[in-house]
């Protein structure tokens, strides 16, 4: 596992969701929708007028964040449900405690 702690100099550093070089384009679209959804949760908590939006979407990005973390094949997928996740907890919570979820 040398390769692991020292890449060969011809390889290239890439940030993909395909860890394993199987293409996964359910669970990665997953995963992204996940990481969206929570920032504009996280995002619109910012202001309390947007309580409703960030009610929503936090709702909505934990359940989706959920399913995709049940489905998720590879690590960065997970690492990026878990941000999201985590995202979309806050907003949610927030997006609540300033107004719920109807205007």
Do not use: K
């Not at 969701?17 to 504009?40: F, K, M, Q, R, Y």
């Amino acid at each position: 596992m040398p390769h692991v702690l020292q890449p060969s100099q011809g390889e290239r550093f890439r940030l993909t969701l395909n860890s394993d070089g199987v293409s996964h384009p359910t669970e990665n679209i997953l995963s992204v929708a996940t990481l969206v959804l929570g920032l504009v949760a996280f995002i619109s908590t910012f202001w309390p007028a947007a309580h409703v939006v960030s009610s929503w979407a936090g709702t909505l990005g934990f359940a989706v964040g959920m399913f995709s973390q049940y489905v998720s094949v590879t690590t960065p997928q997970r690492s990026v449900n878990i941000v999201g996740l985590v995202g979309s907890f806050v907003g949610a919570a927030l997006g609540i405690a300033h107004g719920g979820f109807l205007p």
